[in-house]
């Protein structure tokens, strides 16, 4: 990262010693030097430039940043934009590249999975596993061995399709994860978990999506009943304020004002 330099130009300086009043005049000229600061700048610094910056840093105790940005000058809010920035780019452009990995990833899956079922295929469309063969005659003998060597190039290739399975189920998992991130949220976390456990017949999806609902049911409740304990704390303030609603004192209410209490007598009254 390039050192910010200040070029201080002195256009005029007059100095009259023998006058009692000196006149001074300097301007400076101030070459602005345009510099944003990267992630890339940002890593390369270290503890031997701020203590801060140490490699195992976990600072805590802080106040939250966003305090700090009402405070801080403006020229580091505008550092801090770049750096916003900079990370999006960096994020763009590595979840673009994942996304690119993946599709090539999917399409090398794809041709193994034809590959190895044509092999498959080949092998096991002839098998006539009810055919009963005589070993004593030549003929038959031939068939059974063919027919022994098919089964066991089937049982080759079982591990093989296995495998392939596995991966694709990974890839379908992965990017399941990325396009639902709050799996990895508590209140998701953990109740998934534990309904796996209680139902291991569910896939993740299935159980992500009843844990979804639920959640979801469980977050209209509480918003249901906070606004109705709302609307009873706006009654109950209410009611306290209504002059005849007040405690009283050796049998008349207490009043806030004389208004209060003009009103109060005129419906006794009547």
């Known amino acids: 990262m390039e050192d910010t330099t200040n070029t201080t130009e002195t256009v005029e300086e007059v100095e009259d010693t023998e006058v009692t009043e000196v006149a001074e005049e300097a301007t400076e000229a101030t070459e602005e030097v345009e510099e944003n600061i990267s992630l890339d700048d940002l890593l390369n610094m270290d503890a031997e430039d701020y203590v801060e910056l140490a490699d195992d840093a976990n600072h805590k105790g ?18 801090i934009g770049n750096l916003r920035a900079d990370y999006s780019r960096k994020t763009s452009a590595i979840s673009q590249e994942r996304r690119e990995l993946e599709a090539m990833k999917a ?3 794809d041709m193994r999975e034809k590959m190895l079922k044509t092999q498959i295929d080949g092998v096991t469309d002839d098998i006539d596993t009810d055919a009963e063969y005589d070993l004593f005659d030549k003929e038959g003998m ?38 639902n991130p709050e799996l990895t949220d508590p209140e998701y976390r953990d109740e998934i978990v534990a309904l796996l456990k209680s139902r291991p017949e569910l896939k993740l999806e299935d159980a992500f999506y009843i844990t979804k609902s639920k959640v979801g049911k469980t977050k209209a409740q509480e918003a249901r009943d906070a606004k109705a304990a709302k609307k009873n704390s706006r009654r109950s303030t209410l009611k306290d304020s209504t ?3 007040r ?8 009043f806030k004002n004389a208004w209060e209490a003009y009103q109060w007598a005129k419906a006794q009254k009547g």
């Open 62 to 79: 802080m106040k939250p940043l966003h305090e700090w940005m009402k405070n801080i000058p403006e020229d580091v809010r505008k550092h």
């Open 107 to 109: 399409e090398m899956l």
């Open 142 to 179: 031939q068939k059974e061995i063919q027919r022994q060597a098919k089964l066991l190039m089937k049982d080759m290739l079982k591990p093989a399709e296995e495998k392939l399975q596995v991966e694709r189920r990974q890839m379908e998992l992965s990017k399941f994860k990325e396009a």
């Open 243 to 245: 002059p005849g609603s």
């Open 247 to 254: 405690g009283k004192v050796n049998g008349k209410p207490k």
